[in-house]
Nanobody
């Protein structure tokens, strides 16, 4: 079982940037897909971005495409989500997840989440 710890969340003004990190321990995640989901207050959890085990291709929700970039460093067992041009609607708890494939990410191992708050 892999354990995931997200970090890098916080309070930022609209238009600003944050970089989230997802550190894995317990087992290597180099052969697994990694994704970021988010859940805003009163809303269901939604997909934000995902990356295959090799680092390519990557996938993004339309709402974040062009602003967010997902990446991974398998040597460091860490994945990242670079978030630029943040908007108030990006405010949410962001979760990292590791799974066998991108379509089955929701069945994988989840982190505890990190809060991102964007002030307008």
């Amino acid at each position: 079982q892999v354990q995931l710890v997200e970090s890098g969340g916080g309070l930022v003004q609209a238009g600003g940037s944050l970089r989230l990190s997802c550190a894995a321990s317990g087992r290597t995640f180099s052969g697994y897909a990694v994704g970021w989901f988010r859940q805003a207050p009163g809303k269901e959890r939604e997909f934000a971005a995902a990356i295959t085990w090799s680092g390519s291709p990557t996938y993004y929700a339309d709402s974040v495409k062009g602003r967010f970039t997902i990446s991974r460093d398998n040597a460091k067992n860490t994945a990242y989500l670079q978030m630029n041009s943040l908007k108030s609607e990006d405010t949410a708890v962001y979760y990292c997840v590791v799974g066998r494939t991108i379509p089955t990410l929701h069945l994988g191992s989840w982190g505890q989440g990190t809060q991102v708050t964007v002030s307008s």
